[in-house]
Protein backbone atom coordinates (compact mmCIF):
# COMPACT_ATOMS: atom_id res chain seq x y z
CA UNK A 1 0.00 0.00 0.00
CA UNK A 2 1.43 3.18 -1.18
CA UNK A 3 -0.86 5.67 0.54
CA UNK A 4 -2.80 6.35 -2.76
CA UNK A 5 -6.02 5.55 -2.85
CA UNK A 6 -8.55 5.46 -5.62
CA UNK A 7 -12.28 4.73 -5.52
CA UNK A 8 -14.36 2.80 -6.77
CA UNK A 9 -12.04 0.23 -7.48
CA UNK A 10 -14.08 -1.10 -10.65
CA UNK A 11 -16.95 0.65 -12.53
CA UNK A 12 -18.94 -1.09 -14.79
CA UNK A 13 -21.05 1.58 -17.22
CA UNK A 14 -22.93 1.66 -20.22
CA UNK A 15 -21.97 3.44 -23.53
CA UNK A 16 -23.17 7.12 -23.31
CA UNK A 17 -23.25 7.42 -19.39
CA UNK A 18 -20.90 9.95 -16.93
CA UNK A 19 -18.79 8.55 -14.68
CA UNK A 20 -16.40 10.05 -11.63
CA UNK A 21 -13.20 8.87 -10.16
CA UNK A 22 -11.70 9.73 -6.89
CA UNK A 23 -8.04 9.77 -6.02
CA UNK A 24 -6.65 10.59 -2.61
CA UNK A 25 -2.55 11.26 -2.90
CA UNK A 26 -0.31 10.89 0.01
CA UNK A 27 -1.32 13.55 2.34
CA UNK A 28 1.46 15.88 2.43
CA UNK A 29 2.19 15.46 -1.93
CA UNK A 30 1.70 18.75 -3.71
CA UNK A 31 1.77 16.61 -7.15
CA UNK A 32 -0.92 14.30 -8.48
CA UNK A 33 -1.09 12.75 -11.74
CA UNK A 34 -3.42 10.57 -13.93
CA UNK A 35 -2.90 7.96 -16.54
CA UNK A 36 -4.78 5.25 -18.45
CA UNK A 37 -3.50 2.12 -19.20
CA UNK A 38 -5.20 -0.34 -21.39
CA UNK A 39 -4.44 -3.69 -21.70
CA UNK A 40 -1.06 -5.28 -22.74
CA UNK A 41 -0.07 -1.67 -22.21
CA UNK A 42 2.37 0.49 -19.92
CA UNK A 43 0.43 3.74 -18.50
CA UNK A 44 -0.35 6.58 -20.75
CA UNK A 45 0.49 10.14 -19.00
CA UNK A 46 -3.04 12.17 -19.24
CA UNK A 47 -2.87 15.12 -17.11
CA UNK A 48 -1.17 16.34 -13.82
CA UNK A 49 -1.77 18.96 -11.28
CA UNK A 50 0.31 21.51 -8.52
CA UNK A 51 -1.50 21.80 -5.63
CA UNK A 52 -4.52 22.91 -7.35
CA UNK A 53 -3.23 24.18 -10.40
CA UNK A 54 -4.06 21.73 -13.57
CA UNK A 55 -0.59 22.31 -15.40
CA UNK A 56 -0.31 19.46 -18.30
CA UNK A 57 -2.92 17.88 -20.21
CA UNK A 58 -2.52 15.07 -22.94
CA UNK A 59 -3.94 15.25 -26.17
CA UNK A 60 -5.42 12.16 -24.88
CA UNK A 61 -7.45 14.46 -22.70
CA UNK A 62 -10.40 14.84 -24.99
CA UNK A 63 -13.04 17.31 -24.58
CA UNK A 64 -15.04 14.84 -22.44
CA UNK A 65 -12.70 14.04 -20.08
CA UNK A 66 -12.06 16.75 -17.35
CA UNK A 67 -10.09 16.34 -14.14
CA UNK A 68 -10.03 18.70 -10.85
CA UNK A 69 -8.29 19.40 -7.57
CA UNK A 70 -10.23 21.88 -5.57
CA UNK A 71 -7.82 22.14 -2.30
CA UNK A 72 -5.13 20.73 -3.40
CA UNK A 73 -5.71 17.41 -1.72
CA UNK A 74 -7.89 15.13 -3.78
CA UNK A 75 -8.75 15.03 -7.28
CA UNK A 76 -11.52 14.09 -9.61
CA UNK A 77 -11.83 12.54 -12.85
CA UNK A 78 -15.00 12.57 -14.98
CA UNK A 79 -15.66 11.20 -18.23
CA UNK A 80 -18.68 12.10 -20.25
CA UNK A 81 -20.63 10.73 -22.09
CA UNK A 82 -18.47 7.38 -22.13
CA UNK A 83 -17.51 5.42 -25.16
CA UNK A 84 -16.28 1.62 -25.32
CA UNK A 85 -12.95 3.04 -25.75
CA UNK A 86 -12.62 4.48 -22.75
CA UNK A 87 -12.55 0.95 -20.99
CA UNK A 88 -9.39 0.65 -19.28
CA UNK A 89 -7.67 1.31 -15.89
CA UNK A 90 -7.72 4.85 -14.58
CA UNK A 91 -4.54 5.57 -12.19
CA UNK A 92 -3.31 8.09 -9.77
CA UNK A 93 -0.18 8.77 -9.03
CA UNK A 94 1.33 11.62 -6.08
CA UNK A 95 4.68 13.29 -5.93
CA UNK A 96 6.90 15.43 -3.43
CA UNK A 97 8.06 17.62 -5.79
CA UNK A 98 10.37 19.76 -3.48
CA UNK A 99 13.44 17.34 -3.29
CA UNK A 100 15.78 16.62 -6.35
CA UNK A 101 13.81 14.02 -8.17
CA UNK A 102 10.30 13.24 -8.13
CA UNK A 103 9.18 9.80 -7.55
CA UNK A 104 5.42 8.94 -7.96
CA UNK A 105 3.71 6.69 -5.59
CA UNK A 106 0.69 5.21 -7.65
CA UNK A 107 -2.24 3.96 -6.33
CA UNK A 108 -4.01 0.77 -7.28
CA UNK A 109 -6.21 1.96 -9.83
CA UNK A 110 -9.89 2.08 -11.15
CA UNK A 111 -10.63 -0.19 -14.18
CA UNK A 112 -13.32 0.97 -16.09
CA UNK A 113 -15.43 -0.98 -18.45
CA UNK A 114 -17.59 0.34 -20.82
CA UNK A 115 -20.93 -1.82 -22.53
CA UNK B 1 7.84 7.86 -27.29
CA UNK B 2 9.70 5.83 -24.49
CA UNK B 3 12.71 6.66 -24.48
CA UNK B 4 13.90 3.45 -23.49
CA UNK B 5 14.47 0.12 -24.96
CA UNK B 6 13.54 -2.83 -22.61
CA UNK B 7 13.85 -6.82 -24.18
CA UNK B 8 9.63 -8.09 -24.01
CA UNK B 9 10.52 -10.71 -21.58
CA UNK B 10 12.78 -12.49 -19.65
CA UNK B 11 12.63 -16.18 -17.31
CA UNK B 12 14.79 -16.47 -13.73
CA UNK B 13 15.29 -19.29 -12.06
CA UNK B 14 13.50 -18.76 -8.41
CA UNK B 15 16.59 -17.61 -5.85
CA UNK B 16 18.95 -16.72 -8.66
CA UNK B 17 19.66 -13.42 -9.57
CA UNK B 18 17.23 -11.53 -11.90
CA UNK B 19 19.35 -8.83 -14.09
CA UNK B 20 16.72 -6.46 -16.51
CA UNK B 21 18.39 -4.53 -18.87
CA UNK B 22 17.73 -1.16 -20.22
CA UNK B 23 18.82 0.94 -23.15
CA UNK B 24 18.47 4.63 -22.97
CA UNK B 25 21.23 5.61 -25.61
CA UNK B 26 19.81 9.02 -25.65
CA UNK B 27 19.79 10.13 -22.24
CA UNK B 28 20.63 13.65 -21.21
CA UNK B 29 22.72 14.53 -18.33
CA UNK B 30 20.28 15.77 -16.06
CA UNK B 31 17.63 12.70 -16.73
CA UNK B 32 17.20 10.25 -14.41
CA UNK B 33 16.77 6.79 -14.56
CA UNK B 34 13.94 5.15 -12.38
CA UNK B 35 12.50 1.21 -12.51
CA UNK B 36 9.02 0.21 -11.67
CA UNK B 37 7.10 -2.83 -11.83
CA UNK B 38 3.32 -3.69 -12.27
CA UNK B 39 2.41 -7.20 -10.93
CA UNK B 40 -0.97 -8.02 -12.39
CA UNK B 41 -4.20 -5.91 -12.15
CA UNK B 42 -2.15 -3.55 -9.71
CA UNK B 43 -0.84 0.05 -9.82
CA UNK B 44 3.05 0.38 -10.82
CA UNK B 45 5.29 -0.02 -7.71
CA UNK B 46 8.30 2.43 -7.31
CA UNK B 47 11.43 0.22 -7.39
CA UNK B 48 14.64 2.71 -7.37
CA UNK B 49 16.06 5.25 -9.41
CA UNK B 50 19.48 6.60 -10.24
CA UNK B 51 21.65 9.78 -11.86
CA UNK B 52 25.26 8.33 -12.47
CA UNK B 53 25.85 6.27 -9.89
CA UNK B 54 25.27 2.86 -8.56
CA UNK B 55 22.25 2.31 -6.21
CA UNK B 56 20.94 -0.31 -4.01
CA UNK B 57 18.23 -0.07 -1.73
CA UNK B 58 15.90 -3.47 0.19
CA UNK B 59 14.57 -4.41 -3.18
CA UNK B 60 17.09 -4.41 -5.45
CA UNK B 61 20.51 -2.70 -6.89
CA UNK B 62 20.21 -0.16 -9.89
CA UNK B 63 23.55 -0.52 -12.34
CA UNK B 64 24.48 2.28 -14.45
CA UNK B 65 27.00 2.02 -17.13
CA UNK B 66 29.93 5.68 -17.39
CA UNK B 67 28.41 6.61 -20.44
CA UNK B 68 24.75 6.09 -19.14
CA UNK B 69 23.26 4.99 -22.09
CA UNK B 70 22.27 2.15 -20.08
CA UNK B 71 21.15 0.26 -17.34
CA UNK B 72 20.83 -3.02 -15.44
CA UNK B 73 18.21 -3.18 -12.37
CA UNK B 74 19.41 -6.34 -10.07
CA UNK B 75 16.93 -8.17 -8.48
CA UNK B 76 19.55 -10.22 -6.18
CA UNK B 77 16.80 -13.55 -5.23
CA UNK B 78 14.28 -13.42 -6.84
CA UNK B 79 11.08 -14.88 -5.75
CA UNK B 80 7.68 -16.70 -7.62
CA UNK B 81 6.38 -13.08 -6.15
CA UNK B 82 8.68 -10.80 -8.15
CA UNK B 83 6.98 -12.06 -11.81
CA UNK B 84 5.41 -8.76 -13.27
CA UNK B 85 6.30 -6.20 -15.45
CA UNK B 86 9.12 -3.80 -15.17
CA UNK B 87 9.61 -0.48 -16.83
CA UNK B 88 12.49 1.51 -17.11
CA UNK B 89 11.79 5.33 -17.41
CA UNK B 90 14.08 8.16 -18.14
CA UNK B 91 13.18 11.46 -16.41
CA UNK B 92 14.05 14.92 -16.21
CA UNK B 93 14.21 16.19 -13.13
CA UNK B 94 12.08 19.32 -14.45
CA UNK B 95 10.26 17.01 -16.41
CA UNK B 96 6.52 16.09 -14.57
CA UNK B 97 5.27 12.75 -16.62
CA UNK B 98 6.67 9.27 -17.08
CA UNK B 99 6.75 7.99 -20.32
CA UNK B 100 6.03 4.36 -19.72
CA UNK B 101 7.37 1.89 -22.65
CA UNK B 102 6.10 -2.13 -22.87
CA UNK B 103 8.23 -2.94 -20.51
CA UNK B 104 9.82 -6.29 -19.69
CA UNK B 105 7.67 -9.34 -18.55
CA UNK B 106 9.99 -11.15 -15.90
CA UNK B 107 8.93 -14.39 -15.64
CA UNK B 108 10.36 -16.32 -12.11
CA UNK B 109 9.79 -19.98 -12.15
CA UNK B 110 10.17 -22.59 -9.16
Request: charged share 20%; net charge neutral; with cysteine.
Amino acid sequence: DTGVSQNPRHKITKRGQNVTFRCDPISEHNRLYWYRQTLGQGPEFLTYFQNEAQLEKSRLLSDRFSAERPKGSFSTLEIQRTEQGDSAMYLCASSLAVTSTDTQYFGPGTRLTVL
Amino acid sequence: DAKTTQPPSMDCAEGRAANLPCNHSTISGNEYVYWYRQIHSQGPQYIIHGLKNNETNEMASLIITEDRKSSTLILPHATLRDTAVYYCIVLDNYGQNFVFGPGTRLSVLP
